[in-house]
């Protein structure tokens, strides 16, 4: 008897990572709800002004909340936390001037090259460079919580804007569906990968690792499939859409900002797992 009670045990920890499916499938559809009833406020550029300042907002707090679990002094902290926080925000700051004025437009025909895909890929070969070749990021790493750069990706909900610009035909189905519902789903999928792995779960850090694949995935398809349905030489998909938001503001920061920092999140966090399972392996084998 004992021995079937305990093979049917219940997973405690399973109610709540489908609360939180559910929770994020909630805010998912209602972000992609409220800008089909409201179809006018997302080209004022104010919800991307709001998220794209909020999720900066996030990602500097959570890198000084995992400083602050270090044993560095106080000045070294806020030293570290500024070498990151100011070339991170005038990042930003570059590529948002650059959306407002048309830079990032598609040119059909045209000799120039195009900015886009630079801005997509420089800071990610650029930021994998430097920060995973970095002790202080490892250190940092090490010290701060799995589950943080998990669950900050919530945000990716935010991507199912795709699926509203599909609707009002700003947007090649052949690109809004995979790219909108594949964020949609990694941002779904982060609150219950994140608690998986707070809650120190067997199966946490497998959790983790797939969603990490899987967030990474959705990026390559969503990339591919935006460079055969934007206006170019190489446009396949969307010949009949009239009028695309390919590069134009406040759309185009997904691509030329949040994307390539997520990579980035997506690579520390793979970092950050791989770095756990390293000690905790050595940890096994000193004992």
Known sequence: MSTVSTAFKPDP?????????LLGSALAAAWVGVNLALPGL??????????????????LTGLWLGLSRTDYSASKRLTIWLTVAIPFTV???????????????PNPGGVRLPKLPIAIFAPVIIGLFVLLR???????????????????????IFGGIFLVNWVHGTAAGAFAWPAGVGDMLTGIMALPA?????????RGRSAAMAWNIFGLLDFAIAITMGFLSNPG?????GLDIPASL????PVVLIPAFAVPSSIL?????IWQLRRLDNRQESASHAS
């Open 13 to 21: 920890s399973q109610p709540a990572t489908i609360g939180l499916f």
């Open 42 to 59: 997302a080209p004022t550029g104010i919800p991307s002004v709001v998220t794209r300042l909020g999720i900066h907002s996030a990602i």
């Open 91 to 105: 990042w930003l700051a570059v590529v948002w001037n650059l959306a407002l004025n048309g830079a990032f437009q």
């Open 134 to 156: 970095s002790k202080t990021i490892a250190k940092l790493l090490d010290a701060m919580p799995a589950y943080w750069l998990v669950g900050l990706q919530t945000y990716r």
């Open 194 to 202: 994140a608690y998986l792995l707070a809650s120190g779960a067997e």
């Open 233 to 237: 030489p190489f446009q396949i998909f």
């Open 246 to 249: 390919a590069g134009t503001y």
């Open 265 to 269: 999140l997506h690579a520390l966090s």
